[in-house]
């Protein structure tokens, strides 16, 4: 089942909470499916709830949405041809097609009071009805009855008027769906008392006005297709092709907004939301690769892909309906992927804010020091995210580094012999010039000398300069940190090993 009319794909969102990661891969997979076929990928903005509205969403919806890439033709902020693109203003377009149902007998008026609907629900339950739901009162009123109704003034919703009988079939492209009892879908609200539409009856009329041809959301949004179907017969509407992907997170609980969460080290659980990912250090170009094999495959052979790839070959077809979420570990291995990808520029670039976070210094500030372009090279093969930055590179920022100083008494010697060296290596480095070129042999030729294994030698010098075990390779630390500092850091190391020696 193909429309014959240009391509134009939607995400229809409603603001009632950050934007997750289940909403971006349908989001990339709209997006893909419109970039393949030169067609328009539109945002809509799904916010007639009127009691879910969590302002911050749209633009934490708009922001996740161009971090990854992903441009939208239509919608907010750049308006289109369909527009407005914000259900809560098109209430007019609402009331005139719900109005054009009823004249058409496909809907009706219905004044039943919440004490009723309560009753009836409590009714049902004790008689232990399967189809649970509205009992079409309101439906069979007569005209004079519904006059009288009219004229307390009693507040009404609109109902749709559902097939009494028979089946209501429908395509996935996707998949086999079997036909639905009619008598199951209880005439659903089209209009609520407040005059909002429900999320039914908006998302319709739009899909209609707004001439979507493909609709590929989640399948949490299967069992309201036998609704949507008979609303487009009611109006005599032309279906647009159905797709449904599987969920990769339950959206429960994406309605509340959680604070930034840390990732703990083996923890395999996806992030929920978008920003998370963002504020954890992943890349978009990894994410967008990441979420794009969560239920399509570009070859049989990788999982690597580019932006341009993916558009070249991406089909609705070819979304594996059963596939569900993939492990964090794959995402890292993805993540530090492109990061390698990366000019040392680019990357040094997109650590800063990461590591400005993490130092407390002004953004500016970090971008203008001359030891950042001299680290981003040595650390970029051991990055799985932008936030592992901070911890390998701090000691090159911060005035005064600590740590244990028996780290400092290298493995088989005593804190005397690891003195000993450490001021051989001292003298010989002050009178030399700081380049790895340079530093390299003659640390090597010093091991050599003092009978060490360079191990010993240059894990004494690691832990006096930067205060770890674990740095970045260590001629390179040495430069990135500048003669000055390597010689007063000598000092203060040989301070600690006299009091370690004084001490034992
Ligand atoms: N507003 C719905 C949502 O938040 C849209 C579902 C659809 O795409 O039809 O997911």
């Known amino acids: 089942?193909?429309?014959?009319?240009?391509?134009?794909?939607?995400?229809?969102?409603?603001?009632?909470?950050?934007?997750?990661?289940?909403?971006?891969?349908?989001?990339?997979?709209?997006?893909?499916?419109?970039?393949?076929?030169?067609?328009?990928?539109?945002?809509?903005?799904?916010?007639?709830?009127?009691?879910?509205?969590?302002?911050?969403?749209?633009?934490?919806?708009?922001?996740?949405?161009?971090?990854?890439?992903?441009d939208y033709d239509e919608g907010p902020e750049i308006g289109g041809d369909y527009g407005p693109y914000f259900q809560s203003q098109r209430l007019p377009l609402y009331h005139q097609w719900s109005e054009w149902l009823i004249r058409e007998g496909h809907a009706y008026r219905c004044y039943c009071s919440e004490e009723r609907l309560d009753a009836l629900r409590k009714e049902q339950a004790a008689r232990k009805e399967d189809a649970l739901g509205y009992d079409r009162h309101c439906r069979f009123l007569t005209t004079r009855e519904r006059a009288e109704m009219e004229a307390t003034g009693a507040r009404a919703v609109v109902r749709f008027a559902m097939p009494l009988e028979g089946q209501t079939a429908f395509v996935d492209i996707l998949r086999k769906m079997k036909p639905w009892e009619n008598s199951q879908v209880r005439d659903p609200i089209l209009i609520k008392s407040d005059g909002f539409p429900?999320?039914?009856?908006?998302?319709?009329?739009?899909?209609?006005?707004?001439?979507?041809?493909?609709?590929?959301?989640?399948?949490?949004?299967?069992?309201?297709?036998?609704?949507?179907?008979?609303?487009?017969?009611?109006?005599?509407?032309?279906?647009?092709?159905?797709?449904?992907?599987?969920?990769?997170?339950?959206?429960?609980?994406?309605?509340?907004?959680?604070?930034?969460?840390?990732?703990?080290?083996?923890?395999?659980?996806?992030?929920?939301?978008?920003?998370?990912y963002r504020d954890a250090g992943y890349l978009p170009e990894a994410m967008f690769n990441f979420l794009a094999v969560m239920g399509w495959a570009y070859s049989p052979d990788t999982d690597l892909f580019s932006r341009e790839q993916a558009v070249a070959k991406f089909d609705i077809v070819d979304i594996n309906?059963?596939?569900?979420?993939?492990?964090?570990?794959?995402?890292?291995?993805?993540?530090?992927?492109?990061?390698?990808?990366?000019?040392?520029?680019?990357?040094?670039?997109?650590?800063?804010?990461?590591?400005?976070?993490?130092?407390?210094?002004?953004v500016a500030a970090l971008a203008a020091d001359p030891a950042l372009p001299l680290l981003v090279p040595l650390i970029q093969e051991r990055l799985k995210t932008l936030a592992d930055a901070g911890e390998l590179v701090d000691f090159a920022f911060v005035a005064e580094i600590s740590y244990d100083p028996q780290m400092l008494v290298a493995k088989g010697l005593t804190a005397a012999q690891s003195l000993a060296a450490l001021e051989t290596a001292h003298r010989l480095l002050s009178g030399l010039?700081?380049?790895?070129?340079?530093?390299?042999?003659?640390?090597?030729?010093?091991?050599?000398?003092?009978?060490?294994?360079?191990?010993?030698?240059?894990?004494?010098?690691?832990?006096?300069?930067?205060?770890?075990?674990?740095?970045?390779?260590?001629?390179?630390?040495?430069?990135?940190?500048?003669?000055?500092?390597?010689?007063?850091?000598?000092?203060?190391?040989?301070?600690?090993?006299?009091?370690?020696?004084?001490?034992?």
């Open 1 to 70: 089942m193909t429309s014959n009319h240009p391509v134009r794909v939607r995400m229809a969102p409603s603001p009632t909470g950050y934007f997750h990661l289940g909403g971006a891969r349908t989001a990339l997979f709209n997006w893909l499916y419109a970039r393949h076929t030169g067609g328009k990928f539109i945002l809509r903005i799904e916010d007639t709830d009127q009691t879910r509205y969590v302002p911050e969403s749209l633009q934490d919806t708009i922001d996740s949405l161009r971090w990854l890439g992903l």
């Open 198 to 276: 429900t999320y039914h009856f908006a998302n319709v009329v739009d899909d209609h006005f707004m001439a979507i041809t493909h609709i590929l959301r989640g399948d949490e949004w299967l069992s309201s297709v036998p609704l949507h179907v008979n609303l487009y017969r009611a109006f005599g509407w032309e279906m647009p092709v159905y797709a449904h992907v599987p969920l990769i997170l339950d959206p429960s609980g994406v309605g509340k907004l959680s604070k930034r969460k840390k990732r703990t080290e083996g923890n395999e659980d996806l992030l929920t939301f978008v920003r998370e």
């Open 321 to 362: 309906p059963a596939a569900g979420a993939l492990p964090m570990s794959k995402l890292d291995w993805m993540n530090g992927h492109y990061i390698r990808q990366l000019s040392p520029a680019d990357l040094g670039e997109r650590l800063l804010p990461f590591l400005a976070e993490d130092l407390g210094w002004p």
């Open 433 to 504: 010039p700081f380049t790895v070129e340079v530093l390299e042999p003659a640390l090597r030729d010093l091991a050599v000398e003092l009978s060490l294994k360079p191990g010993q030698l240059f894990g004494i010098l690691r832990v006096a300069t930067t205060g770890k075990n674990v740095a970045p390779p260590l001629f390179g630390s040495l430069v990135a940190l500048g003669r000055e500092r390597t010689l007063a850091r000598c000092t203060q190391a040989e301070q600690l090993l006299r009091q370690l020696e004084a001490g034992s």
